[in-house]
């Protein structure tokens, strides 16, 4: 599954919101109903992955988990207990939990952010203070490129 493009959209009275056309097609032709959201861990916006790619994410840290280490311990709890499973209906909307919506700062408008494997979901106010930092100008984003890809 590949998301890409940046689509606005508008949350309903009841928290509701219509997943973008391009994204609901990707999802629905591989059989993708249920999703988890969760809170970035870096930036003030939330991520939606797949059952299957939400699956992927929390093995590559269990892997690496060390249970007897406290520290460790924690960090995989607040990644694991602060998601949750969401369910895309039959119009294609999904509802988003209310502490979340709080927590990264979104109240009506929207902007989804396709990140290849994930969807990013954006309060638009945030989208647009933070374009410099979290999306980049079009210079800054040249000159990044061109470093990462020639070091």
């Not at 990707?26 to 870096?42: A, E, M, S």
């Not at 995989?76 to 700062?105: C, F, H, T, W």
């Not at 203070?129 to 040249?142: C, G, H, K, N, P």
């Amino acid at each position: 599954m590949s998301f890409i493009g940046q689509f606005p959209a508008r949350l309903d009275a009841k928290n509701r919101v219509f997943i973008p056309a391009a994204f609901r097609r990707i999802l629905q032709q591989n059989g993708q109903q249920t999703l988890v959201v969760r809170k970035d861990y870096f930036e003030n916006c939330l991520v939606v992955y797949t059952a299957q790619q939400w699956q992927e994410e929390v093995s590559k840290v269990r892997a690496r988990l060390n249970r007897f280490d406290g520290n460790q311990q924690m960090v995989y709890r607040k990644l694991v207990s602060e998601a949750q499973e969401i369910q895309l209906d039959s119009n294609g909307r999904v509802l988003l939990p209310k502490v979340m919506l709080e927590r990264a700062g979104i109240s009506q408008d929207v902007l989804f952010v396709g990140m290849e494997q994930t969807i990013e979901i954006w309060a638009d106010k945030n989208a647009e203070v933070q374009q410099e930092q979290a999306f980049m100008t079009d210079s800054d984003f040249a000159d990044g490129l061109r470093k990462f890809m020639t070091e």
